[in-house]
């Protein structure tokens, strides 16, 4: 791009808006790279902007209304020569009615995202395109993203400290009250080669640390054999790689499905110390009967042992679960069984959804739906229970030494917090001497708190 080009577009600027999934969030932050490299001013969302951005989710009707709000928003604040533009998850299920909302320019389905760019610029010099939808029924994802050109600092100012990087999109399960197969397609891994210059790539913006993520982050490989691009690749194998490459990132692994916690991962894992001692493995439900009526491809007892091989190779690692409440046939014993289940593993924390009907799935048309009293009565309690599980951890980590990377955010005290290597979020002393994206040893203090501990600074590690 030419002096001059990069000129007449700086007064341009661009908002972006995720929603759901981690996944989403990974490639907003690539598409804000994106603009930004050619010259674009990115903004908060909440600000005047010449061109709005919404990466919307659709994993229930709740999330669709969410993303109408935001695209509505996006619509009364665009200027006369604006654009608003949506993609992501619902855009790709239902983007006749996205295209129907007052004030939307252009729709784009997830194979598109990666050509957001290429569609804005095409639509600024041909306005006649309003109102174009661009889906692929089969909703297979072109390429992956990338980020932008290295940079120390985000649009805020702010340090950058924490990246996301997708290796894998889409889902070859078919549980009964997903959508996301539909919308994502089937499971696509990232090549290997492409993670590593990516990884390269993270690094050399100053992130410190890096989330390894997917919509299901465990079969990372299995297609590579089946499309011809190999001999059957593991999560391990990029585990070992990525660790062998001394970027100076900390790596973390998203969610992974039990069945893909092997005894491999685990062993490369423990020989990683670039890799957290973090682990979140979604349950679901913690009765075998409701699992199967979840079309998920595990029972209780099954999961129960993959969590017990976790917890015997890193009794301190911080494992999370996602757990649902209310789903069709889920009875007041059922849910009692699966609670005092969760109360059994070694978890640390918990992510607690409640059952919402999402049309085309086929959980909508099984027997015994919840009434929505029993559902939000079985949620508190679940929290409950989350907030025990949460602080006989933290109680577990005082006096334990931890390695903290430190954020250039502040907490209630005024002292910049972080997370250590088993997901631990610490406030420092208001006065330490620790600085925003440095790795600290330190000595976590129990506060009595659910969410936040203390950390007193040892010694600086890198």
Known sequence: M????????????????????????????????????????????????????????????????????????????KPTNGLVVVTGCYAQRDPEAIAALEGVDLVLGNKEKSALFEHVERFRADRRLAGEIWVDSEATTA?????????????HGFLRTRATLKIQDGCDERCTYCIIPTVR??????????????????????????????????????????????????????????????????FRLNSLEPETVSDDLLD????????????????????????RRMGRSYDAPFYA?????????????????DVMVGFPGETD????????????????????????????????RLQDHVDEGAKRKRSRDLHAVEDRL??????????????????DKRGPGGGLTGVTDNYVRCELDAFAEALANEFWRVRVEDRGDTRLAGAALVARVR
């Not at 890096?210 to 593991?234: H, I, K, P, Q, Y």
């Not at 490369?268 to 699992?291: D, M, N, Y």
């Not at 969590?307 to 679960?321: D, V």
């Open 333 to 364: 014993e059922l849910f009692t069984a699966g609670r005092d289940f969760v109360l059994s593993l070694p978890l640390s924390y918990l992510h607690v959804f409640t059952y919402s009907q999402r049309e085309g799935t086929a959980a909508v």
């Open 305 to 321: 042992e993959a969590l017990g091989r976790i917890h015997a190779r890193f009794p301190q690692a911080s494992i999370g679960a």
């Open 185 to 250: 397609g089937a499971s696509v891994s990232r090549s290997l080669e492409e993670v590593v210059d990516e990884a390269r790539r993270i690094a050399a913006s100053g992130f410190r640390e890096v989330a390894l993520t997917g919509v299901n982050t465990g079969t990372w490989g299995r297609d590579f054999e089946r499309s011809g691009r190999g001999d059957r690749t593991t999560l391990a194998v990029l585990v070992r790689t990525l660790d062998g490459l001394d970027l100076g990132l900390r």
């Open 390 to 407: 949460r602080r006989a951890f933290l109680a577990r980590q005082h006096g334990r030494e931890e390695v903290l990377l430190v954020e």
């Open 2 to 77: 030419s002096s001059t080009s990069v000129q007449a577009a700086a007064a341009r600027s661009v908002a972006f808006k995720s929603l759901g999934c981690r996944v989403n969030f990974e490639e907003i932050e690539c598409l804000r790279g994106r603009f930004v490299d050619a010259g674009w001013r990115a903004v908060d969302f909440e600000d005047a902007a010449d061109l709005y951005v919404i990466n919307t989710c659709t994993v229930t009707g709740i999330a669709d209304a969410e993303s109408r709000k935001m695209i509505r928003r996006a619509v009364r604040r």
């Open 143 to 155: 390429r992956f993203l990338s980020h932008g050109s290295p940079s120390g600092h985000n649009e």
């Open 268 to 291: 490369a894992i423990e020989a990683a110390p670039s890799f957290a001692r973090h682990f979140h493995v979604p349950l679901q439900h913690g009765t075998s009967k409701i699992l």
